[in-house]
């Protein structure tokens, strides 16, 4: 990720259209900024939400309120709830999203 020519500004995230994405289970809510090669979303997991796809983007993601269990391709789940965040690069694991009881996430790709 190169942040370049993007001038201070300010995000009232509920200015932000929310655009349903339905999962396996449940849907994703994002809003969504675009600066460049940077995405910036505010996304919101309904309760029993699991993610309909492997992903091998990398993220930058901060738990903000609710609960968020990453599961990763290889077998292995990581919990993260309110204030805990994860890092990874494309293409190192790919990995998917579930939240049984609901979570806000903030995610920089």
Known sequence: M????????????????????????????????QFGEVRVRMVDYSPGYVADHWCEKGHILLVLEGELVTELK??????????????????????RSVSEKGARLFIVD
């Open 74 to 95: 290889d077998g292995r789940h990581v919990a993260l709830g309110p204030g805990s965040s994860y890092q990874v690069a494309d293409g190192a694991m790919a990995h």
């Open 2 to 33: 190169n942040m370049r020519d993007i001038p201070f500004g300010t995000t009232d995230w509920a200015d932000i259209p929310a655009v349903r994405h339905p999962g396996e289970r449940g849907e994703a809510f994002w809003r969504t900024r």
